[in-house]
């Protein structure tokens, strides 16, 4: 099915408008078409209107989609995951419901540490198919494209690893999948107490083979006072930038405007986290073009209750993203439209703007908007049928998944055909 059309689209959220990431009230339009309809040639958009003006264009063999009725848009971009990794952390999730905190437990040799020991036991067979039944997780939520890290591997041979396994994923063709290499997500267990040592193999060892190899496009690091300073950091990231990988950071989770400062004085594409970034590091982040991306699932799974200050954020001019952080410990949720919830109940955005961080915006902090975003001629066909009446049930119905049908590049994903 190379050609084809898709009608009925009770509102079709097309996202269209000028090029670059959203900010202010930039971010509450949708460019909703009532009774919309799409054409689809080869993959990308051919044609996007009122379903009068699709009909009206398309031949008689042309085969027609029913969305039902139902709202269309863009397939979510994820843009911060860790899909890759072998077990789970309920045992931890147990002690931390019970007190313990996310922090003690890291310390004492559970946390990171515990699933890279998880991952290093499994076999590549058994890590491939543990990150292929994400996929589908992603798919239920509506999401057509995650941006994937390392980081559970912590040597050389296991980064390259996680690495390689995320490029068998991607060749599936399922999900579209932008890589960045986490070497510095955690402090392994043979170099406790040697940070400054393992910052100097990831750069070293680990980043010349990872761009060698063309294993990553982005750098990211958990940059926090106990975990990497930012001392040990910028020179991992400079590094990084130096062989031609633009940067992501793990920011202000824990410290109030520490690495947020960092990712503004070397020019990250994004900061990650922001949950205790103040008013005065906004103006640094936008000063620096850097784009905030929002994790409340991590807020909401480790029973914080400090959200990131996304009002804040938008009323400095910033032009946010949301994503899930999709991992083990701190946000074992693959779904976009939980963390759209989040962002409507704990951070007051709207769910437009909670849309808007999670297609446009997203694909601009990943480099992609020119070709992934929005529903817009010459772009990509990746859009999800979601099974609701208007869109801002997305966020109002919470803890549902309401994608029906999933497609990218022109294919449908979801449900499977097997
Ligand atoms: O984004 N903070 C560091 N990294 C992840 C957590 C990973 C884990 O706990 O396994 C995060 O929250
Ligand atoms: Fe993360």
């Not at 941006?147 to 050389?156: P, V």
Request: net charge negative; hydrophobic share 45%; charged share 20%.
């Amino acid at each position: 099915m190379s050609d084809f059309a898709v009608v009925h689209c009770r509102q079709l959220l097309t996202l269209a408008g000028p090029p670059g990431p959203r900010t202010g009230p930039a971010l509450r339009d949708l460019a909703m078409i009532p009774d919309g309809a799409l054409r689809i040639r080869d993959g990308l958009i051919a044609a996007v209107g009122p379903r009068a003006d699709i009909l009206r264009a398309v031949s008689e063999d042309t085969v027609i989609v029913d969305a039902g009725n139902r709202i269309v848009l863009p397939g979510f971009i994820d843009a911060h995951t860790h899909p890759v990794f072998s077990g789970t952390r309920a045992a931890e999730f147990e002690r931390r419901i019970e007190g313990a905190t996310y922090e003690e437990i890291a310390a004492s040799g559970g946390g990171i540490r515990s699933t890279v020991r998880l991952t290093a036991e499994s076999t590549p067979a058994a890590l491939f198919q543990a990150s292929r039944r994400y996929s589908e997780w992603f798919h239920r939520g509506g999401t057509t494209t995650i941006e994937a890290k390392s980081g559970y591997g912590l040597s050389l041979e296991a980064e390259l690893h996680i690495l390689k396994t995320i490029r068998l994923l991607a060749a599936e063709r399922r999900l579209r999948m932008i890589p960045t290499f986490l070497g510095a997500h955690e402090v392994p267990d043979e170099y406790r107490g040697r940070t400054a040592d393992y910052a100097d193999l990831v750069i070293h060892e680990m980043l010349p083979r990872v761009v060698e190899e063309s294993l990553a496009e982005y750098c990211d690091i958990f940059c926090e006072p106990t975990v990497f300073p930012v001392d040990l950091a910028r020179p991992v990231l400079r590094a990084a930038q130096a062989l031609g990988l633009a940067l992501r950071i793990h920011a202000d989770q824990f410290t109030p405007d520490y690495a947020s400062l960092l990712a503004a004085e070397l020019g990250a594409a994004t900061a990650d986290h922001l949950e205790c970034t103040t008013p005065a590091a906004f103006a640094a982040l936008r000063a620096a073009r850097v784009q905030p991306v929002l994790l409340p699932g991590s807020v909401y799974a480790l029973s914080r209750t400090r959200y990131p200050d996304a009002r804040g954020m938008i009323a400095a001019g910033l032009p946010l993203v949301l994503a899930t952080d999709f991992n083990p410990g701190s946000s074992p949720t693959a779904s976009m439209p939980m963390i759209l919830s989040l962002a409507a109940t704990q951070m007051r955005m709207t769910p437009a703007e909670a849309i808007t961080a999670a297609t446009v915006n997203a694909a601009c902090s990943l480099n992609r908007d020119r070709s992934i975003g929005s529903l817009e001629p010459g772009k990509e066909a990746d859009f999800v049928i979601h099974d609701c009446d208007d869109y801002r049930e997305l966020p109002y119905f919470f803890a549902r998944e309401s994608a029906r049908e999933v497609y990218l590049h022109g294919v449908r994903v979801y449900p499977p055909a097997d």
